[in-house]
């Protein structure tokens, strides 16, 4: 009866908590989730993370991608970009590789972005710790 469920893809919004709704606990998904409604509690998402403009998240997310239209209350993680819209609030700390805050947006919190990417192979260190600006730095001392 239930055999014939298709795998989700981080891709598609599985999971919708809409307008009027309230809940409370830990979410986990695999797919996408969208919030029109009022969510505490943990966050947890391979795919996307969409909170609407009637949207409000007493939570700490961590997901791929966050939008956020609404307000949260907590600490957003992303592997990629962290949107928050002209209509948006972010109440706390954001940890994101790209933020966008657009006209309007509210950040109320510290941002830490880090690349996931790593160095290309032709960048190396000449081990000095420096740069390789010592000796310039020599040179202009003596």
Known sequence: ???????LSPNMTDTLIGAGTEMDGHLKSQAGVRIEGV???????KGDIVIGEGGIAKSNISARDVTIAGKVF??????????ITATGQLHGNSHAAILNVHEGGILNGSSQMERMETKPAGIASDGSGSGGNSDKKTKQAG
């Open 1 to 7: 009866m239930f055999k014939d469920i298709k795998k």
């Open 39 to 45: 969510y505490k509690g943990d966050i947890e998402s």
């Open 74 to 83: 907590g600490d957003v993680h992303t592997l990629g970009k962290l949107i």
